[in-house]
């Protein structure tokens, strides 16, 4: 390794967010979670590293195509960076298949959950089988084979395909030598076997099992020689000049329909696939070696999660927790005023999952329902497609109720789904708006406008998280209802910023990205820093999902050196180097990996004894700070505030059983002490639910 690359303060993005998901890996790897719920890492941190191709190694193979010399804040050229990412995830892929196939799949069985193989199959088992493929897939197979008429088909983003080898002579007198079938998306990729046949409660048969076993009747007259199941994964960054389009929705709309066909970046065969089939898909595709992964088992693992969602084996999953509905909301949630007058009488906290994201629906729900409510604003940016919250939007829309809705269209692999939205919600009339052109809004808002003794009242919701429930049931996130006047006036500035025109408003109380944010935070470490040269106390904490901003990690480090001490958590991404004598010794980097994934942005600053609180949905990241519309606000109510701290800091950082911690290159090893065994998660569960 070369000096610069010692010396190098910041850690390659890449790399960490390979080493997160090594962290997800670790739980499926540990015997004492329930066994269906280690299947269900495995299939997450498959789903993980697809966007990571689609996103990251796309954007990296970018990189090395335009700018192979540029040194990276790492210190790495692209392809110095391209080689150790290209090593760290072949190795990440090959510890996932090894513990699937060689501990948890051969545990599923013994439990009577099995993955029936053909070579296993009994001659009963396979009459059934050949039956199922003749009547259910052959009819919706379209074999390809390759010649000059019939050239390589076009490959769907993440598609299950087959490649076969055949020999002989067809009836047309061409010889035989490749053929391309591609799996229907619509068929399913697990098929259940009777219980009678399979003699396990839950047996199961792989698609790419059927067409190994019987493909060849697709090509009678010839000789299968062997049939390989692959797929290839596509660049599926999106580009839409927003300055350049006249009506945004459209433009994406159309590029949506490419994103399945953009440039390959990584190829997936099967472990037995022969070097020159490999070699013919690789040329097909412009792919390196490098570039293919050899797999032991399906090329999708991510399908398995159907078997993570078995019912019938609760022994085999994570006990059932439903979030506690706190007071006030457990006895006024079906009665709009009395809701409203709760909230208007005190900030009330929510900390999803640990408690419901219901008084959220309930909020909105009476703000619809309630005849004194004139108006609601929202923004959404996830919701997914069968969002209850959307469709209490919809009912408010049609009762008359000013509706504007802020839809972010841009928001990553739920764009069709948000353009879906945007059409239904004007269809009913409310109004609809996409943001600002260039700036993804991020921020989570609602705002009730409602009519209290002849003046207008505002009440609202800031969070930390998305408006989706489901999501909400696994993400930690923190959530403020408020009439506080000061927030809820700022919140107004922010909706007319982003429904209108006009000049930048001061805000009294929220910080905004792309204006405040960045400049306050700043200010804010730089406020530590001046308190520990002083001499007086200084402390610093923060909690997110990524740290890469360089001016932050660079101000990070000046407190460290000043000695301040600085207590990060941080799930996924991060570019600081903790630990380091003389840069970072007074910075520790901590990443929570358990039942529940870590979402919620946090920050914390001693103030000399203020003690200033934000809760935010904005990492610290350039995105976030510059790119984005993203709010931060604070926790001012000393309760709720001693809770915030303590719920995202205070016993974060006693775990030692989900707490990873950062050395001083880049790696994690598990917080391990001789204090009695504290789970963050359950107690948050057994403190909350």
Not at 40 to 57: G, Q
Not at 134 to 158: E, Q, S, W
Not at 391 to 412: F, H, N, P
Not at 429 to 458: D, F, I, N, P, Q
Request: aromatic share 8%; glycine share 6%; charged share 25%.
């Amino acid at each position: 390794m070369s000096t610069s690359l010692v010396e190098s303060p910041f850690l390659n993005r890449e790399l960490s967010l390979l080493k997160f998901n090594e962290r997800v890996l670790a739980m499926a790897e540990h015997p004492q979670v329930p066994l269906l719920e280690r299947l269900r890492y495995v299939c997450i941190v498959s789903s993980n590293l697809d966007e990571f191709f689609e996103i990251r190694m796309s954007s990296l193979k970018e990189q090395l195509r335009q700018n192979p010399t540029l040194h990276g804040d790492d210190g790495r050229t692209p392809g110095e960076a391209f080689d150790r990412v290209q090593n760290h995830a072949h190795k990440l892929v090959e510890r996932q298949y090894s513990l699937l196939n060689d501990e948890i799949l051969p545990r599923l069985d013994a439990e009577g959950i099995a993955l029936l193989h053909a070579s296993e199959w009994n001659p009963e088992q396979q009459q059934w089988a050949h039956e199922v493929f003749k009547r259910d897939v052959m009819p919706l197979l379209t074999p390809i084979g390759l010649d000059p008429a019939h050239p390589f088909p076009r490959v769907y983003n993440k598609s299950l395909n087959f490649i076969v080898a055949l020999s002989g002579v067809d009836a047309y007198g061409r010889q035989a030598s490749i053929a391309i079938v591609q799996a229907p998306r619509a068929l399913p990729r697990l098929i259940k076997m009777p219980v009678k046949l399979s003699g396990k409660p839950e047996g199961y048969v792989l698609l790419t099992s059927l067409m190994r076993a019987f493909v060849g009747e697709l090509f009678p007259g010839l000789e299968m020689l062997g049939c390989y199941q692959w797929r290839v994964t596509r660049n599926s960054d999106l580009f839409v000049d927003e300055e350049e389009v006249t009506n945004l929705r459209q433009a994406l709309q159309g590029e949506l329909s490419q994103r399945n066909f953009g440039a390959a970046v990584r190829l997936e065969i099967d472990r037995l696939t022969p070097a020159d089939l490999e070699t013919y898909l690789q040329n097909e595709f412009s792919l390196a070696p490098e570039d293919t992964y050899r797999v032991n088992g399906p090329v999708n693992l991510s399908r398995l999660m159907q078997l993570c969602n078995d019912e019938t084996r609760p022994d085999l999953l994570f006990e059932p927790y439903h979030g506690s509905m706190p007071s006030p909301f457990d006895r006024v949630s079906d009665k709009p005023a009395e809701l409203f007058a709760a909230v208007a009488k005190a900030d009330q906290l929510l900390h999803h999952p640990y408690q419901s994201f219901q008084p959220v629906i309930d909020f909105l729900t009476a703000a619809a329902l309630d005849p004194d409510v004139m108006a609601i604003k929202q923004t959404i940016y996830r919701t997914g497609e069968d969002s209850e919250l959307m469709q209490i939007l919809l009912a408010a829309a049609r009762a008359g109720k000013e509706v504007t809705v802020v839809v972010e269209l841009m928001a990553r692999f739920d764009e069709q789904t948000n353009i879906n939205w945007a059409a239904r919600l004007e269809e009913v009339g409310a109004h609809v708006v996409y943001g600002v052109v260039a700036h993804k809004t991020h921020a989570k808002m609602a705002l009730v406008l409602r009519r209290e003794k002849g003046k207008l009242r505002r009440y609202a919701h800031l969070g930390t998280g998305n408006y989706h429930p489901r999501t909400a049931r696994l993400y930690t996130d923190f959530g403020l209802l408020t009439a506080d006047p000061r927030l809820c006036e700022d919140m107004d500035k922010v909706f007319a910023q982003l429904t209108g025109l006009g000049a930048r408003r001061t805000l009294k109380s929220l910080l905004q990205s792309p204006f405040t944010m960045h400049e306050t935070m700043i200010g804010l470490i730089q406020a530590e820093i001046r308190a520990a040269k002083a001499g007086r106390r200084a402390r610093i904490m923060a909690k997110m999902n990524s740290l890469l901003e360089k001016q932050i990690i660079a101000e990070l480090y000046k407190a460290s050196q000043a000695g301040v001490k600085v207590d990060l958590l941080v799930r996924g991404v991060c570019a600081l180097r903790a630990g380091v004598p003389g840069l970072s010794e007074n910075i520790r980097v901590r990443s929570i990996i358990g039942r529940f994934l870590e979402h919620s942005r946090v920050f914390y600053f001693y103030a000399d004894g203020e003690e200033p609180v934000y809760l935010s949905s904005a990492d610290w990241m350039d995105r976030n700070f510059f790119r984005r519309v993203e709010v931060a606000f604070p926790v001012t109510d000393k309760a709720l505030k001693k809770r915030v701290i303590d719920e995202a800091f205070t016993f974060a950082l006693r775990d030692n059983q989900l707490a990873w911690e950062q050395q001083t290159d880049g790696t994690y090893t598990r917080v391990r002490n001789r204090r009695a065994p504290f789970n963050l998660h359950e107690f948050l569960m057994e403190r909350l639910g």
